[in-house]
């Protein structure tokens, strides 16, 4: 088992409610083949509830009830694992190019029998004829700027993206102003999640389209 603090047991609880087995059941998967595969390295495990799960699933409150969402370049299905995980109301499109990634991932999905859950091989650029979502999100891909062109689309003209960022997300969204409503970003906001659960509450760069 991965360890985790009280705290973190807490939030963990909260977020996922009936669901947590599954939860736990993920992160295991990270700790064990996701790091044999070399999704994330050896010295993510310690941090992997605090960092990047609950970091992850606490963007679940920003999402409407029964909405479809993408996630782009999914990877190690942060944070579109953790989305499902905690939100079986949600449909979740995984999206991610490389093949080694999406045999993990697909071998994830079934073991933990999300059924909310597809998942599509290929660049966000690629699928958008197959994708149409009412949000997108997306972690750890590239600067804003970029990855409004990847996820705006998704959207066909209505919905919002959550792109989570770090301490720079005032600046992101400063360069990438232009890029955003060129592609029909209406409005742009720095928010945050799970400021009442976490010690350190996740910051989400929202793009509201349409």
Request: hydrophobic share 45%; net charge negative.
């Amino acid at each position: 088992m991965v360890e985790s603090t009280p705290a973190e047991q807490d939030a963990a609880r909260k977020i996922f409610g009936d669901r947590l087995e599954l939860a736990e059941r993920y992160v295991e998967h990270l700790a064990t083949s996701g790091m044999e595969r070399g999704l994330l390295g050896p010295r993510e495990v310690p941090r992997l509830w605090s960092r990047h799960v609950l970091n992850c699933a606490v963007v679940a409150e920003l999402i409407p009830a029964g909405a479809t969402v993408a996630d782009v370049g999914s990877g190690a299905g942060l944070p579109g694992l953790c989305l499902a995980i905690a939100r079986p109301d949600i449909s979740m499109t995984l999206i991610e190019p490389l093949e080694r990634r999406v045999i993990w991932l697909n071998e994830v999905v079934e073991d933990l029998g999300l059924d909310n859950v597809r998942i599509l091989r290929g660049r966000a650029e690629q699928v958008v004829g197959d994708v149409d979502v009412d949000v997108a999100t997306a972690r750890a891909v590239s600067a804003l700027g970029g990855l409004a062109g990847l996820t705006i689309p998704l959207l066909h003209g209505k919905g919002q993206v959550l792109a989570i960022k770090g301490r720079s997300a005032e600046e992101e969204v400063q360069k990438a102003a232009k890029a955003i409503r060129k592609l029909g970003g209406r409005e742009t906001a720095v928010v945050t999640a799970g400021s009442d659960l976490l010690e350190e509450p996740t910051t989400v760069v929202r793009i509201t389209v349409g």
